[in-house]
């Protein structure tokens, strides 16, 4: 193949001078002549070949603008320059631009000129491709969202690129040098910089690590970051340069997070249905065993017994079906609730009427066997309350104070004004709640630790404190082991309430 050559000379002298030397074999010669006044560069075209070969002699000043003339004209291509009588400082200052390769006049033979012409071309087409290289690497590097640092194996800083110096808010010029951990100082926590070194020294022995930190940026924000720390080997598998790099975590740790929250809240509800299996296949079982124990001995044994004998196994029935009643109805609204199909439909109503009737309710009942008494020390002015989550509270509560009291306890329900608010207040005399379950009673399917034999779903309590809150309003618990309890519900006389389940 051969090479198209532009040779640079001051005098028809100087070309008779090369054609003395057989190059047609490589490469085919034009003839340019040097411009004496190095602003006259920018009027010559750039040439378009593969080598530009120089000759220049004493007579030609040899100078930083000449040279740098030189340079731009033919910045592309790969130059050799022929010195007559050469220098250290003209063979430095062309090295220092750039040229490949210079060659004394009184040395040269076709030999030593095809060897130089060979050796610049290669070793530009070298360079050439190492820049090509660098720029692609700088490119990526510059470009990356990772915080990235290359280190010597003592861990001084030798580049950094784009990404860390902005979220750091410094110059490069300030870092290269500097042990990493040192530039990271205002960054990292004290025992993180420990760490670091710590890193530093096992990477440059060869050996990775990675872990979680957190990073103050710029703009004094901690940012979860996961920080490695490679090795880079040579061919004797020796640390050469060590990578360390700083990855933003944040989408990584979200996704985790969430399907943390995901996990929680399927173990949540798996725990959920286990509990309200167990307690609903337990609350039913009793009934169920109540209503086919007495129907079987009224069909056996009804016709030989006193008519009071039947009428007792007529209201176990009675009192087991309402005992399922209550609780399906539990079951469906605590369903309803939690799908948000129970519909907040407040009116202005008769507080103290409602109480009197559920209170005649509660007497009315076969076996009632406690004392309820009502207290309203002044008439209250009718309320905007939705009806039938107010039903709810009273029962649940009244309910509640009943079970857990012995019979003939007295049982209070108060009720009175207090500036913007209605105050409601159930005390009983039962078995009391224990103060450190006092925060969980309120949950679903929570039942305290003393409860014994005495049946519930731990329904109740959750549905009063949802229908309280939808009003906007607060249930408080006072309660002392084996004395009784006290809950308080606390309603704002607002009659502009709106749904909040």
């Not at 040779?7 to 054609?19: A, G, I, K, P």
């Not at 030397?21 to 040097?34: A, G, K, R």
């Not at 920018?42 to 040279?67: G, H, I, M, R, T």
């Not at 009806?387 to 509640?400: A, C, G, R, S």
Request: charged share 25%.
């Amino acid at each position: 193949m051969k090479h198209h050559i532009f040779f640079l000379h001051e005098h028809q002298d100087d070309v008779e001078w090369f054609n003395q030397f057989s190059l047609q074999s490589f490469c085919q010669e034009d003839w340019i002549l040097v411009p004496k006044n190095p602003g006259d560069w920018q009027e010559c075209s750039s040439p378009w070949c593969d080598l530009a070969l120089v000759y220049l002699s004493l007579k030609q000043e040899w100078n930083s603008n000449f040279l740098n003339s030189l340079r731009q004209w033919a910045f592309n291509l790969p130059m050799v320059v022929i010195l007559e009588v050469p220098t250290q400082t003209l063979i430095e200052r062309a090295l220092d631009l750039g040229i490949q390769d210079y060659l004394v006049k009184s040395q040269i033979n076709e030999v030593v000129i095809l060897q130089s012409l060979r050796y610049a071309i290669e070793r530009f087409n070298n360079l050439k491709k190492q820049q090509d290289s660098e720029r692609r690497f700088r490119a990526i590097f510059d470009q990356v969202f990772e915080l990235i640092w290359l280190l010597s194996p003592e861990g001084k800083i030798t580049d950094i690129n784009k990404t860390a110096l902005k979220v750091l808010g410094s110059q490069h010029q300030n870092l290269v040098g500097l042990p990493l951990w040192e530039a990271l100082k205002h960054h990292l926590y004290p025992e993180v910089q420990e760490k670091l070194k710590v890193s530093i020294i096992s990477a440059a022995q060869g050996k990775s690590t990675r872990y979680e930190v957190d990073l103050k940026n710029l703009w004094g924000q901690m940012i979860a970051l996961e920080l490695s720390i490679k090795p880079i080997l040579d061919e004797s598998n020796q640390p050469i340069l060590l990578l360390a790099e700083l990855r933003d975590i944040y989408d990584q740790k979200f996704a985790e997070l969430e399907n943390f929250k995901a996990l929680k809240k399927a173990r949540e509800l798996a725990e959920l249905r286990a509990k309200f299996v167990t307690r609903v296949s337990h609350e039913f079982r009793t009934p169920m065993s109540t209503l086919l124990l007495s129907s079987e001995l009224l069909e056996k044994y009804g016709n030989q017994w006193s008519e009071e004998k039947n009428k007792t196994h007529r209201n176990r029935i009675k009192l087991a079906i309402k005992r399922m009643t209550e609780l399906l109805e539990d079951i469906l609204l605590t369903g309803q609730t939690e799908a948000g199909q129970v519909e907040f439909k407040p009116s202005l109503i008769n507080l103290s009427l409602l109480c009197q009737k559920i209170i005649a309710q509660f007497q009315e009942q076969e076996g009632f066997n406690h004392q309820l008494i009502f207290i309203n020390p002044r008439p209250i002015p009718d309320v905007s309350i939705d009806e039938d989550m107010l039903k709810v509270i009273l029962n649940q509560l009244l309910t509640n104070a009943v079970r857990y009291s012995p019979k003939g306890a007295i049982i209070k329900l108060e009720i009175f004004q207090d500036n913007q608010q209605i105050i409601l207040k159930v005390q009983d005399q039962g078995i009391g709640i224990p103060e450190p379950e006092q925060k969980q009673i309120f949950e679903k399917f929570y039942r305290g630790s003393n409860v014994g034999s005495i049946s519930g779903t731990g329904l109740g309590l959750c549905l009063v404190k949802r229908f309280v809150e939808a009003h906007r309003g607060r249930i408080l618990i006072e309660s002392q082991l084996g004395v009784g309890t006290e809950f308080t519900v606390q309603l704002p006389l607002d009659k502009n309430l709106s749904n909040l389940l």
